[in-house]
């Protein structure tokens, strides 16, 4: 198992840029693909992003395409999502997530979780 914090939300004018991240703890961070998932008011959570083991791919919705950025660090246990360019659309509860060996959009398919951080985008 993995300990997940998720910390960097908050509120932020439309346009505007935040920088998410996660501390791990507990076995092996780079064991581990890493991911963001969102879950917006009143709507089922999804998949944002995804980054394999050393970082060497990785995997965006097509929502946040071209405006979001995962990033790893193994040596500091820690995972990025740097969001440029926000919209109002964006507001969720953040979550990071951690999985053995699986790196698709599936939220089932991750088994440690984060409590999550809320983005809010005002427009």
């Known amino acids: 198992q993995v300990q997940l914090v998720e910390s960097g939300g908050g509120l932020v004018q439309a346009g505007g840029s935040l920088r998410l991240s996660c501390a791990a703890s507990?076995?092996?961070?780079?064991?581990?693909?890493m991911a963001w998932f969102r879950q917006p008011p009143g709507k089922e959570r999804e998949f944002v992003a995804s980054i394999t083991w050393s970082g060497g791919s990785t995997y965006y919705a097509d929502s946040v395409k071209g405006r979001f950025t995962i990033s790893r660090d193994n040596a500091k246990n820690t995972v990025y999502l740097q969001m440029n360019s926000l919209k109002p659309e964006d507001t969720a509860v953040y979550y990071c997530?951690?999985?053995?060996?699986?790196?698709?959009?599936?939220?089932?398919?991750?088994?440690?979780w984060g409590q999550g951080t809320q983005v809010t985008v005002a427009s």
């Open positions: 507990g076995r092996t961070f780079s064991s581990y693909v």
């Open positions: 997530a951690a999985s053995i060996s699986y790196f698709g959009t599936m939220s089932v398919a991750y088994d440690n």
